[in-house]
């Protein structure tokens, strides 16, 4: 089933920009220079992102229609302990007000609250359809009964969620190989499959080899932040990470980029 997020995407494959951290993690994250959103919007147009992943409040004030636009519909602070719940704070309408392109809503399978996210996911995948605008799922296991969640098996748990649910993408953890990420891209079925970048790595060439071995094992491309944002140079990180994802570079052909 083609839907509206295949027609932002290159050649089947994409690179996403994610800038929802704000609210997730408070201004920890940030810089003087990456705290300000408009750096960010602008770096996704300079380095032709195929999206990037905004809070409502932020497209409100930010968000200008030169890059297509995934806006989270749901959110949550850090400042809670205990299971995660992750409630809806923006509908699909004010989404389409707002010129998104597609919808973005996390999940927490494990934790003791999942069944109210996951009926919420239903009442907004129902609403998404009708309008003909696709769901990217963030979908990470946590809760008590998580050992780990970047395990294979929970990772591949966590692609399958995505598929079961009805998610047109799903957006998991990567689990450290190419063989059981692999797996996990299997799992997944038909819903296409994007790496979450997570904190900065130890190294550029450290990252950029997970992102090939990501696109070895069947993924569609990656959602990448604070590898980007927080790196030595966003433009020319962004353009590395670009070059793997979409023009199936090698990481040594793909790091002089970086020079």
């Known amino acids: 089933m083609v839907t509206a ?4 995407l290159t ?12 609210l997730e993690h408070g201004p920890s994250d940030f810089n003087e220079v990456n705290v300000d959103p408009q750096f960010i919007v602008d770096l996704a147009s300079k380095a032709g992102f ?5 809070q409502k409040g932020v497209a409100e004030r930010y968000y200008d229609g030169r890059i297509p636009l995934i806006l989270k519909l749901n959110g949550k602070t850090n400042l809670v302990q205990g299971d995660p719940i992750s409630r809806q704070i923006c509908s699909v309408e004010e989404a389409l007000t707002l010129q998104a392109k597609a919808v ?29 605008v696709p769901v990217v799922t963030w979908v990470y296991p946590r809760g008590k009964g998580i050992k780990s969640d ?10 399958r969620v995505g598929l079961e649910i009805g998610a047109d993408a799903v957006k998991i953890k990567y689990t450290g190989n190419v063989e059981s990420f ?6 997944a079925g038909r819903t296409r499959v994007f790496m979450s970048g997570g904190p900065l790595a ?7 080899r997970q992102v090939r071995e990501v696109m070895d094992a069947g993924a569609t491309g990656v959602a990448v932040g604070r590898n980007v944002w927080q790196s030595r140079n966003p433009l020319k990180m962004s353009e590395a990470i670009k070059k793997i994802v979409i023009d199936d570079w090698n990481v040594t052909e793909a790091e002089k980029v970086l020079i």
């Open 11 to 22: 050649n089947n494959r994409g690179v996403l920009l994610a800038y929802d951290h704000g």
């Open 5 to 8: 997020l295949d027609h932002f």
């Open 150 to 159: 970047i395990s294979p098996e929970i990772v591949a748990y966590a692609a």
């Open 104 to 132: 973005g809503y996390t999940i927490y399978p494990g934790s003791i609250h999942e069944s109210l996210m996951l009926h919420e996911f239903g009442e907004i995948k129902r609403e998404s359809r009708r309008r003909d």
């Open 50 to 54: 195929n999206g990037v992943v905004l």
């Open 202 to 208: 130890d190294s550029e060439r450290g990252f950029l």
């Open 182 to 187: 692999r797996w996990a891209v299997r799992s």
